[in-house]
């Protein structure tokens, strides 16, 4: 399943979206715009 499409992140909340994946795609989103500062 692809889970990052043109409109955002996709998926199911509980299977592809767990809140582990979630965090660390939201801690990698926030280095990435940390870096860009």
């Known amino acids: 399943m692809k889970l990052f499409g043109s409109s955002g992140t996709r ?3 509980g299977e ?3 809140p582990e994946f979630v ?3 939201a801690k990698a989103a926030g280095t ?6």
């Open 11 to 13: 998926g199911v909340a």
């Open 23 to 25: 965090l660390r795609v």
């Open 16 to 18: 592809q979206l767990t």
């Open 32 to 37: 990435v715009w940390e870096a860009e500062r």
